[in-house]
């Protein structure tokens, strides 16, 4: 059983990891604008919402730019399993995000919800595997001297 959860977090850390830096990169990527009929875009819906929370993230010059490289930096340190831990920790509020934009942005998406729910359960997992490691950084007895 133990060597089936160890193959089990390999492969959650490498499939995360490599998702992660994809789309880390596809954010340097140029997309060609899009026409969005009249139509689509009704006032009060969650479809405008999701374009105009999109559209802030990209509209200052560094926001998309920094989150491609939080993302290729911690889906690299993810694939390198020495220091997965890290990588989850600095993705879990990324993916946190991404179910919470499923949840309210685009709740008719059911298997995009469900997929990044997937992926912040699996960041979750990989996080609380070392909670002894984290446990002992974190949290300590001592008060703070200086």
Known sequence: M???????????????????????????????????SSTELVPGSTKKQMVKFIGGLKANSYFWPFLGIVEIVAGLLLISQFFAVGGAIILLPVTLNIFLFHIFLKPEDVS??????????????????????????????KPFQL
């Open 2 to 36: 133990g060597k089936f959860i160890s193959i089990f977090f390999i492969i959650a850390q490498l499939s995360l990891g490599s998702l992660f830096v994809y789309a880390g990169v596809r954010k340097f990527i140029p997309n060609p604008a899009r026409k969005s």
């Open 112 to 141: 995009g919800g469900i997929l990044s729910a997937l992926y912040l359960v699996v960041n979750i997992l990989i996080t609380t595997k070392k909670y002894k490691l984290l446990k002992s950084i974190i949290y300590t007895n």
